[in-house]
């Protein structure tokens, strides 16, 4: 196998060289190894440095792919790979009536990760637009079951992307959680209230980190910073690889003076947040006491998500042993989720079912 250019702690399995490709078999294996990686992100002088740098480099698949030459002979492996991943995490769109059935009698409620999931993956984070054939399709998705978007951006963000006032938006990973203005009946709240802030007492610390920051990461051209209320996220993949050590030595040396917060990973962004015990799987359990289910029997939470903060959701609902979860991905993940869909148009051909499903489901009642 070529040897690539991920550089881990010598008591850390390497990646294979196609990074998120992972053999069942493996996966498992990586994935804790990469969780130990960012446990133990080290914020002292070189060592701070390479840490992050490490974890740039192990969370950025492209990356690695395009630093790996392929021969004929990988090729099969691979797709044995995948069969057996999708074996395991199948199609939610070829299952659709097995999960329909599983939904039998009890209430859906629908949760939708924003990024990679409703928008694609862009460049620029300011253009990560939704189409409108996606919007129509959530909006008719709402009219039947309580929606909910769940995201790493800030509410007004990702409201502003979205549009839809009947919904409710969990911003910064679950931390910044407002009610809808406007739905249907199974919506009580009419008011788009505040419903939940765990972290308020951060604002100030974020703000502050994130001027600092802001200022800081000027030298990198490509870094992007965005603040998203209650976590300040620092883009890098529009930075040459080259210059992802400066990136990581700027971030680390800030985050270094604020022992409050924490650092964690997304696709090719490094992520700061209060290092309170709060995720999106702790904002689904609490939507879900809102909406008045927190002990119901009769429930069916749908909870669709591309990212490793997705994952937090999944978990817990394999823990309620309720409901199902939809990892967006077109390549093997290590996941705690139940299906896969391969992108954007494929969560939207699954909503769309999703309400044909309920309409017939109608017809069938009054006839």
């Given at each position: 196998m070529m040897k690539h250019n991920v550089v881990l702690p010598k008591d850390i399995p390497a990646p294979p060289y196609y990074s998120y490709q992972i053999p069942r078999s493996k996966s498992a294996t990586y994935a804790a190894a990469y969780k130990k990686l960012l446990?133990?992100?080290?914020?002292?002088?070189?060592?701070?440095?390479?840490?992050?740098?490490?974890?740039?480099?192990?969370?950025s698949p492209t990356q690695i792919r395009a630093n790996s030459?392929?021969?004929?002979?990988?090729?099969?492996?691979?797709?044995?790979?995948?069969?057996?991943?999708?074996?395991?995490?199948?199609?939610?769109?070829?299952?659709?009536?097995?999960?329909?059935?599983?939904?039998?009698?009890?209430k859906i409620v629908m949760f939708l990760d924003y990024d990679g999931t409703l928008s694609p993956i862009v460049e620029d984070p300011d253009r990560a637009y939704m189409s409108e054939a996606m919007r129509d399709a959530v909006r008719d998705v709402a009219k039947y079951f309580p929606t909910a978007v769940v995201t790493g951006r800030c509410t007004e963000k990702v409201f502003s992307f979205v549009g839809l006032k009947e919904l409710y938006?969990?911003?910064?990973?679950?931390?910044?959680?407002?009610?809808?203005?406007?739905?249907?009946?199974?919506?009580?709240?009419?008011?788009?209230?505040?419903?939940?802030?765990?972290?308020?007492e951060f604002l100030p610390m974020i703000e502050e980190i994130s001027k600092t920051l802001e200022e800081k990461i000027k030298i990198i051209p490509g870094a992007k910073l965005e603040n998203n209320k209650f976590c300040v996220s620092v883009h890098y993949r529009c930075v040459e690889e080259k210059n992802w050590s400066a990136l990581a030595e700027q971030v680390g040396s800030v985050l270094a003076e604020y022992p409050k917060l924490k650092l964690t990973q997304g696709r090719k962004v490094l992520e700061i947040r209060p290092t309170i015990k709060w995720d999106k799987g702790k904002a689904l359990?609490?939507?879900?006491?809102?909406?008045?289910?927190?002990?119901?029997?009769?429930?069916?939470?749908?909870?669709?998500?591309?990212?490793r903060t997705d994952e937090d959701a999944f978990k817990v609902l394999r823990e309620r042993g309720q409901g199902i979860g939809i990892l967006v991905s077109k390549i093997p993940k290590e996941t705690d989720a139940?299906?896969?869909?391969?992108?954007?148009?494929?969560?939207?051909?699954?909503?769309?079912?999703?309400?044909?499903?309920?309409?017939?489901?109608?017809d069938e009642q009054q006839s």
């Open positions: 446990n133990h992100v080290d914020l002292s002088g070189v060592n701070r440095i390479n840490s992050l740098l490490d974890c740039m480099k192990a969370s030459i392929l021969t004929p002979s990988f090729l099969a492996p691979l797709d044995d790979e995948f069969d057996d991943w999708m074996e395991e995490h199948p199609s939610a769109l070829s299952k659709f009536e097995e999960i329909m059935e599983m939904s039998k009698g009890k938006y969990a911003g910064s990973h679950g931390m910044d959680i407002v009610g809808p203005t406007k739905g249907p009946k199974h919506i009580k709240s009419k008011t788009k209230d505040i419903l939940c802030q765990p972290a308020s359990e609490f939507l879900l006491e809102t909406l008045g289910y927190a002990n119901s029997s009769d429930i069916f939470p749908v909870y669709i998500g591309d990212d139940n299906y896969s869909l391969n992108g954007p148009i494929e969560v939207k051909n699954f909503l769309q079912n999703l309400v044909q499903w309920k309409n017939l489901s109608l």
